[in-house]
């Protein structure tokens, strides 16, 4: 992973509160934010998708195919 030294205005409380709820230093609880926003974007594109697409999954021949 490649690491960026960046300079941003966060509030200070905000911040304090993140760091005292996760136990984590500064960098770490940053990280953790980017890494949980990351993700809620994805799961919410995946809701999005809902219904979009279609699969059709045959279980008589899946069964038939583990009983050999």
């Given at each position: 992973?490649?690491?960026?030294?960046?300079?941003?205005?966060?509030?200070?409380?905000?911040?304090?509160?993140?760091?005292?709820?996760?136990?984590?230093?500064?960098?770490?609880?940053?990280?953790?934010?980017?890494?949980?926003?990351?993700a809620?974007?994805?799961?919410?594109?995946?809701?999005?998708?809902?219904?979009?697409?279609?699969?059709?999954?045959?279980?008589?021949?899946?069964?038939?195919r583990?009983?050999?």
């Amino acid at each position: 992973m490649r690491i960026r030294k960046i300079a941003t205005n966060i509030p200070s409380d905000l911040l304090d509160e993140a760091v005292q709820l996760t136990g984590l230093n500064q960098t770490q609880t940053l990280v953790e934010g980017l890494k949980e926003l990351i993700a809620k974007k994805k799961r919410l594109d995946l809701l999005f998708m809902r219904g979009k697409i279609y699969i059709h999954v045959n279980t008589d021949k899946t069964r038939k195919r583990i009983r050999g």
